[in-house]
């Protein structure tokens, strides 16, 4: 189960940064550095975002459509899909609609009804200035459309302190940090305006002697539209 809490987890890191404009291909010419504080961070601005995970094991295959805007403070998110391990296999389905500090969210299982509490609205986005030091292995890849947007794309590994960063990042609510991943490897694919437009993520991992492989892809779309969300009946 904490394998499982983790996999869930991972598909939240997003990348943060300033926005800025350049008219170069700023991917192949940027240091980590400059790149990480160039990039939008998705979270900034209203953004969509359709993200999935899963893992080498068939343990978990999960959806996450989310909608953010923090200038109306405004939030959704849908979860859904399965997940499982050690002859334990479940479908589960979570929303969470957040208006300012007002909270309400429901899933399967338990089941029931919305449940409203009060959580202070604030920006979700993993602090990716923090992996700078701890980036290997850093070059560009081919471009590609990204929803009609033409991308430029860069790969790079991440070691040592900026491991423990991730997954600080994916159990912030956890006691105890699991500390079971060895390798992360990601890629990123960069519009115009420096909007981040898709956000690959490959782990290994190893519990208990064993190793296994997360998967996560996270597609950031309709940048800059504002979101209207009423409260749940």
């Known amino acids: 189960m904490k394998k499982i ?3 869930l987890s991972s598909v939240f890191v997003t990348m943060g940064g300033m926005m800025t404009f350049s008219p170069v291909s700023y991917a192949s010419v940027l240091v980590p550095q400059q790149l990480f504080s160039t990039v939008v961070n998705p979270f ?16 978990i295959d999960m959806t ?5 805007d923090p200038i109306n ?14 002859g334990f296999s479940e479908t589960i389905t979570g929303q969470v609609i957040q208006i300012g500090d007002k909270n309400w969210a429901r899933s399967t299982p338990p089941g029931g009804g919305w449940r409203e ?16 030091p701890y980036v290997e292995n850093y070059h560009q890849i ?6 009609g947007h033409a991308t430029t794309g860069v790969e790079f590994f991440v070691i040592g302190k900026g491991l ?4 600080r990042y994916a159990n912030s609510n956890a006691a105890v940090i699991p500390n079971i991943i060895k390798k992360a490897q990601i890629k990123l694919w960069i519009g115009p305006r420096n909007h981040l437009r898709e956000f690959k993520l490959k ?11 997360v998967y996560s892809k996270d597609i950031y779309y309709d940048y800059e539209k504002p979101l209207h969300l009423t409260p749940p009946a």
Do not use: M
């Open 44 to 59: 900034l601005l209203p953004c969509h975002l359709k993200g999935n995970i899963t893992d080498s094991t068939g343990n």
């Open 203 to 213: 782990e290994t991992c190893v519990q208990d002697g064993h190793e296994y492989y």
């Open 64 to 68: 996450l459509i989310d909608a953010y």
């Open 117 to 132: 509490t009060t959580v202070p609205f604030k920006p979700d986005f993993f602090p990716i200035g923090l992996l700078a």
């Open 5 to 7: 809490l983790a996999c």
């Open 142 to 147: 081919n471009g590609k459309l990204v929803r």
């Open 73 to 86: 403070r405004e939030k959704s998110a849908t979860v859904s899909g399965r997940v499982g391990g050690g």
């Open 164 to 167: 423990q960063f991730i997954e």
